[in-house]
């Protein structure tokens, strides 16, 4: 059984750094890709940015320039530094996984981010 724990949500204001862990633990062969969502108060889960195992990310348009998606391979862990935080990067922040040679989607707990104006 695949588990993904999360960390490193909080608050911070406007203009501020956060970064998200995401560990993830269990029979796990390798991963394909590892990416983070997030959903604001009365909005729609949305991507804000993913990664491949290979290391090609992608990030949604309203975060590029301010956050950057990694990832340990070695430690199943996908990291995002989101810097020149804004009051509407306020929303709980989930991870999301798939591995190679596994046919499930993971998720993980949700985090809180709220920024400050």
């Known amino acids: 059984q695949v588990q993904l724990v999360e960390s490193g949500g909080g608050l911070a204001q406007a203009g501020g750094s956060l970064r998200l862990s995401c560990a993830a633990s269990?029979?796990?062969?390798?991963?394909?890709?590892m990416g983070w969502y997030r959903q604001g108060p009365g909005k729609q889960r949305e991507l804000v940015a993913a990664?491949?195992?290979?290391?090609?990310?992608n990030y949604a348009d309203s975060v590029k320039g301010r956050f950057t998606i990694s990832r340990d391979n070695a430690k199943n862990t996908v990291y995002l530094q989101m810097n020149s935080l804004k009051p509407e990067d306020t929303a709980v922040y989930y991870c999301n996984a798939h591995f190679l040679f596994d046919e499930n989607e993971y998720w993980g707990q949700g985090t809180q981010v709220t920024v400050s104006s």
């Open positions: 990664i491949t195992g290979g290391g090609k990310a």
């Open positions: 269990g029979s796990i062969f390798s991963i394909f890709a």
